[in-house]
């Protein structure tokens, strides 16, 4: 059976966005499926495609699965222009960071008879470094009843834990744990270099943190920390309980 | 051979506070030295001794090895209140998360003939949960020569790394190292409840590093952030790079 033979029996997907985490899904992604990727920017002379065949955006939109790995920040301007190519039935899925805005724009911008899953992997290159297994996704399903059987798929066949939640509830909850992690990460990379020899665990561990997400896209941060209606908020409670600390120690000092 | 004549036979040390770490040293020394130990509060019901002998202060203090494990605060007055009792020749030791201040302290309050050794082990009880082969000791030589066998104990019986440092080098990379896991740990759990379920690998490292201190007791956070002399710096320069980098987010919003 040639190459092409066995892509044809395949579920074929199509991923737009072929930057760190597009790749990372391809990586995975391509044991089982045949995959068609768009990305505007030229693939990388040496860069890994796990098999994935670049073609035009609008092929990709005509797969009867399509992920959106793109930034959260362009993603509005994506659904407006893939919608026209989309066919009845297609999947649509998101992988950005927050919930809420991704799947307002897709319920908005993408056409009536398209099914919309959104999805949040809350894992990046670096802690899926050693696999996926394990790792957990947040999912919520928005319309159609592709996103059961993809949830499936996570869960049985990428074994990954499956967290089914809300755009609002999943919002909620990652503003403090992708909020704090990436605002602490960004302030310690900033205060570097910091000892590496006279460390204890606790450091260490911290530091571990901070080398799961310091090489994350600017977009990552950015969508965590802006596009996450919670964020501010929640970085608001750590500066002024932090102020509070720093008052005791200057009061009985 | 009776216990008591086991005891005779090994090389005696005396402990002055037997709270959490002096507890901790207990259990690592006891297999290689008969210990006697003094702790003004009395001894909990159910508390493990592993095989110290509780005696009265001037006891402990005529031990060839004196390790006091009492907060930094009360450093000065356990010295001056020992060193009428203290042999020519003992080693005296300390075990504060500091090293500048216990030193001059020492230094200043024990009697000539005295032998003074400054350590910090960078542990606790939570990191040294599964033993304490390979975790890491600072070590402060200030006066005589037993300071390098008490080293080597530690190294080749004890199977700890020993970084041999000064009391300034110390503070300053302690300032960092603790200074930033305690502040930021102490802020983390005044901001709990935290999500326990929809995490990442690197907030679970996050909240690993905050187990490993949150049960410390107070006066190791106070040694920490208001005994070092650059500690304060450090954590100003930790919330003047957090604020510039919720103005950043604030400016192109």
Redesign the interface.
């Known amino acids: 059976m040639s190459v092409s033979q066995a892509t044809q029996l395949r579920p074929v997907i199509g991923i737009i966005g072929f930057g760190a985490f597009g790749r990372l899904m391809a990586r995975y992604l391509a044991p089982h499926m045949a995959l068609r990727v768009y990305d505007p920017r030229p693939a990388e002379p040496n860069g890994q495609s796990y098999g994935a065949v670049r073609t035009d955006l609008a092929a990709v939109a005509r797969c009867p699965v399509v992920i959106l790995a793109v930034p959260v920040s362009s993603l509005a301007a994506v659904v407006s222009t893939i919608a026209p190519h989309l066919r009845p039935g297609t999947l649509v899925v998101d992988v950005g960071s927050v919930k809420m805005e991704p799947v307002a724009i897709m319920r908005a911008g993408l056409p009536q008879g398209v099914e919309i899953l959104g999805t949040h992997p ?2 990046g290159p670096q ?1 899926a470094a050693d696999g996926i297994a394990g ?2 996704i ?1 999912v919520c399903p928005v319309s159609g009843r592709s996103g059961r059987r993809a949830a499936a798929f996570l869960r049985k066949v990428l074994k990954l834990k499956v ?1 089914v ?1 809300t755009p609002e509830a ?1 919002d909620r ?2 503003a ?3 909020g ?2 990436h ?6 990379v ?2 570097e270099p ?2 590496t ?7 260490s ?2 530091m ?3 080398d ?2 310091r090489h994350d896209a600017p977009e990552v941060f950015e969508a965590i ?2 596009s996450n209606p919670f964020a ?1 908020e929640v ?1 608001q ?3 002024s ?6 008052a005791d ?1 200057a009061r009985d ?1």
Chains 1, 2 share one sequence.
């Open positions: 809350l894992f802690s790792l957990r947040a967290i939640t999943h909850e990652a403090a744990v992708q704090l992690t605002l602490i990460a960004r302030v310690l900033a205060m910091l000892p020899h006279m460390t204890t665990r606790s450091f561990l911290l571990q943190a901070v799961m997400v920390e802006r501010a970085r409670r750590f500066f309980l932090a102020a509070h600390v720093e120690l000092g």
